[in-house]
C-alpha cells in the first residue's frame, strides 16, 4: 500500500527554466514532508523539509507548496541547472510517531537538458 | 568527513552465504535507521535504533535478517542464508532526537552512501 505517491516517474525540463515534481499522499496523520535528491550509486540528499502547519518552505532555487486539504505537495526548482538532474524522492512521517520512520514515494527522474 | 558511511559499499555474493553490513552515523545523533532500496521503488523502512534500543522492525525484515547497534554508536545488519530476492541497496539513515524548549522538533535523516548487495 503506497501511502506516497510520485505519478511521474520522469520529467524533462531546459535548463533556466522551472521544474515542478509533485507527490500526493493518502494518509491523513503525516505531518511533516521531505525531498530528497538521489544520484546513481549515492544515498539519497535531503533538500527540504515542510511542516504540515505551513503551506511554503523556500530554500534558495527550492520551494515546497504544501496543500492538506489536497494531501498534495510539490517541489519547485527555479531556475533548473543541469546538476539538478537526480532522481526526487518526496518522503513523509506520521504524526505522533515517536519513531521516525519515513514513507517514500518511487521517485521522479528529473533531466534538466541545457 | 561527518557524514553517515557505510561499509562496504558493494556486495557479491552467493546464495545461501550470510552477508554483514556496517554503517556509523553522525556522530552525535542517536536514532539510526536502515531502508532498502530496489530498482524503481523509493527507500523502504527496515528497522530503527534509538541509542542502543531496537524499537521497531518492519514486516519486510524477516527472521533471516538482524540488526544491533551495540553501544548506540555503529549498526550492524546481517542476512542469514541469502537469497536473490535481498538483492537491493541497503541504506542507513541518522538523526538526532531532540526537545527544543518542551517541544520535540521536527528532526532530518541524512542517510549514507549505501551497499549494494547482488545476490547471485
Known amino acids: 500500500d503506497q501511502q506516497v505517491k510520485q505519478n511521474s516517474p520522469s520529467l524533462s525540463v531546459q535548463e533556466g527554466r522551472i521544474s515542478i515534481l509533485n507527490c500526493d499522499y493518502t494518509?491523513?496523520?503525516?505531518?511533516?514532508f521531505l525531498w530528497y535528491k538521489k544520484y546513481p550509486a549515492e544515498g539519497p540528499t535531503f533538500l527540504i523539509s515542510i511542516s504540515s502547519i505551513k503551506d511554503k518552505n523556500e530554500d534558495g532555487r527550492f520551494t515546497v507548496f504544501l496543500n492538506k486539504s489536497a494531501k498534495h505537495l510539490s517541489l519547485h526548482i527555479v531556475p533548473s541547472q543541469p546538476g539538478d538532474s537526480a532522481v526526487y524522492f518526496c518522503?513523509?512521517?506520521?504524526?505522533?510517531?515517536?519513531?521516525?520512520?519515513?514513507?517514500f514515494g518511487r521517485g521522479t527522474q528529473l533531466t534538466v537538458w541545457p | 568527513d561527518t557524514g553517515v558511511s557505510q561499509n562496504p559499499r558493494h556486495k557479491i555474493t552467493k546464495r545461501g552465504q550470510n552477508v554483514t553490513f556496517r554503517c556509523d552515523p553522525i556522530?552525535?545523533?542517536?536514532?539510526l535507521y536502515w531502508y532498502r532500496q530496489t530498482l524503481g521503488q523509493g527507500p523502504e523502512f527496515l528497522t530503527y535504533f534509538q541509542n542502543e534500543a531496537q524499537l521497531e522492525k518492519s514486516r519486510l525484515l524477516s527472521d533471516r535478517f538482524s540488526a544491533e547497534r551495540p553501544k548506540g554508536s555503529f549498526s550492524t545488519l546481517e542476512i542469514q542464508r541469502t537469497e536473490q530476492g535481498d538483492s537491493a541497496m541497503y541504506l542507513c539513515?541518522?538523526?538526532?532526537?531532540?526537545?527544543?524548549?518542551?517541544?520535540?522538533?521536527?528532526?532530518?535523516?541524512?542517510f549514507g552512501p549505501g551497499t549494494r548487495l547482488l545476490v547471485l
Open positions: 539513515a541518522s538523526s538526532l532526537r531532540g526537545i527544543l524548549a518542551g517541544v520535540t522538533y521536527q528532526e532530518t535523516q541524512y
Open positions: 556522530s552525535e545523533h542517536n536514532r
Open positions: 518522503a513523509a512521517k506520521s504524526r505522533g510517531s515517536t519513531l521516525g520512520r519515513l514513507y
Open positions: 494518509n491523513s496523520m503525516f505531518d511533516y
